[in-house]
């Protein structure tokens, strides 16, 4: 696939407000658009409202890193309900509750899902059909929690290393896809519980390049459309389109629905160097909008523009930043108007920043300046 390097946009967002706590940030999730959920490695979680930055809401006690958050409405309330992934539990947690601060006692549920010393849980997914949720485990294994009974389905193909990514495919409720350590990316229908494609990582280095890092799956990130992101350890950004839904221009008619997802169809991928260091976290705020960041906290937004009968991609960077505070970034989320990141400063204290849109400046002659990002 053809690679277009476009044009960097004109987007800003400022750094509105930094959250310091004690332990390190492990995990984030947007609760609705005015509540965010932050998980630490201490076993707490602490839900903050958005406009007054207090906290609302807190859990303590869980033994162990939230390494994920789910969460799910609840009727007749503003406050989610959500999932937790903790050592070797998924546990849920009511917020429309009197008490301030929880304990793992309070959990509606806590389900054990590790077997052994090395199954830790790392990332959970929710299906469309909010019916079940994804896991994936340091052991390599995938699993399925069905939240109708709480019973486990592991997948019958496993990671031989880390795996430490999942996502649903959209459209597909039974289906989701997997990224591990071991460099490769699974896509399982959980129903069969059986691989249905396999994605390999390249790991071939561009003559006169030195890459220090192995091509590690360290994040992913799936849009409503099917668009696939991975980010890999060595700086590179992974983008498989062959499973995206889009309308054709000029009609309403949606593309043709296939029998098998193609997002890992490797005549419709990208594999391109974008950064100096592993890409640890990614969100999709749009379709084909893209925002990523570095373990050293470099946070850039995309644009991906894919002509399908050209076989090429524009990647327009809209926006890029160092981060103010981080030492190391652990999770990011996004939306139409904002960019968190959490993780660690250099004291070694937790630290959320908040990163909102802003309009650009005004010129003298009432027009809107162009002002390009700036590269750190």
Known sequence: ???????????????????????????????????????????????????????????????????????????????????????????????????????????????????????????????????????????????????????ITRMEAKHDSVCGSVKFVPGRPRELISGGYDNFLLHFDFVQGKALSRRQIDTFVPAGEISLSPPFVMSMAMSDTGILAAGIADGRLWIGFGGEKVVNSGTKAPKKRVKKWEGLDEDQTLLIKVAEGPIVAMAFSESRKLTISTLMGVITQYRLIYDEVQGSVVLQQLWQRESTGLEKVNALVADDKRIIVGGFSAKGRGLIEIWKETPPPINNKGDNTQTPPSTP
């Open 1 to 151: 696939m053809e690679l277009e390097t476009g044009p960097a946009m004109d987007r800003n967002f400022s750094l509105e407000k930094s959250l310091n706590i004690p332990a390190h940030v492990s995990s984030l999730a947007f609760g609705h658009a005015g509540h965010l959920f932050a998980g630490s490695d201490d076993g707490s979680l602490r839900v903050y409202d958005l406009s007054s930055f207090k906290v609302l809401k807190a859990v303590r006690g869980l033994g162990d890193e939230v390494s994920s958050i789910v969460c799910m409405k609840r009727p007749g309330s503003e406050l989610r309900d959500a999932w937790f992934a903790h050592g070797q539990h998924i546990s849920k947690f009511k917020f429309e509750s009197d008490n301030m601060i929880q304990t793992l006692e309070d959990a509606l549920v806590s389900v054990k899902v590790g077997e052994s010393d090395v199954d830790i849980l790392n990332e959970l997914a929710l299906n469309a059909n909010k019916s079940h949720l994804a896991f994936t485990m340091d052991s390599g294994f995938v699993g399925v929690l069905d939240l109708s009974n709480h019973s």
